[in-house]
Each structure stands twice: as structure tokens, then as C-alpha cells.
């Protein structure tokens, strides 16, 4: 029964490892929203700093964007401007956009302060 037990853990294991996705970024920072930028046009449409200035994808970049072509923009700029309002403490997950290098923002946590 014991072998059984293992066995039958063993493949569970196996299982959910081989259906995993690994994600991974190139900055994960947390910190304030210190200034928000919008401009007109699909490229950089939604820009964010955060409070210190840090980098935020691995190289000197110190801000992240959204396109307005990016699947749910709606919802990344209302959390992030409420984050904002609130003074709210974010954890900005973004990656180098391949072309430009600039950070591309990819997932957006928010906390309450």
C-alpha cells in the first residue's frame, strides 16, 4: 500500500512539474507609483515610474510601459492609478521589450499601504 501511496505521489508530481509554465522576468520591483505618463498613440501609451527611480527590467531603464494594444490596458491603468491615488505599495513585474529595450510591463500587483 505504501508503494502504491508513493507511486501515485510520484505521478502527481510529475504531472503538475510538466504542466507548469515557467515564468520568468527581467525586473520584479516593489515600491510607489511616483508618476504616471499617458500620451496618444499605440507605442508607450501608459508609463509609469516609481518613487526612488529604481530600474526596473535588469538595465538602466526607469520606467515601464503598457501598449494600448495590450489585453486588459483598461484594467492595468485604472489598478495602477488607483495604486497611485492611494499611495498604495505596487510590485511591478516587466520584461525588455526585444526591439527597443525599454521595460514592458507584464503583471501589476498591488497592496494596500
Known amino acids: 500500500m505504501k508503494h502504491m501511496n ?5 505521478g502527481l508530481t510529475l504531472a503538475l512539474l510538466a504542466t507548469s509554465q515557467a515564468v520568468a522576468w527581467d525586473g520584479t520591483v516593489t515600491g510607489v507609483i511616483r508618476r504616471a505618463d499617458v500620451t496618444d498613440g ?18 538602466a531603464n526607469t520606467w515601464a510601459f503598457i501598449d494600448s494594444t495590450t489585453a486588459n490596458y ?26 527597443t529595450g525599454y521595460c514592458r ?7 494596500a499601504s
Open 42 to 59: 499605440p507605442n508607450y501609451a501608459f508609463r509609469i515610474e516609481l518613487q526612488g527611480v529604481p530600474q526596473l527590467c535588469g538595465n
Open 74 to 99: 483598461n484594467v492595468y491603468v485604472a489598478s495602477i492609478l488607483a495604486a497611485k491615488a492611494a499611495g498604495d505599495t505596487v510590485v511591478v513585474y516587466s520584461n525588455r521589450d526585444a526591439t
Open 6 to 10: 508513493a507511486s501515485r505521489t510520484i
Open 105 to 111: 510591463i507584464g503583471y501589476i500587483s498591488t497592496n
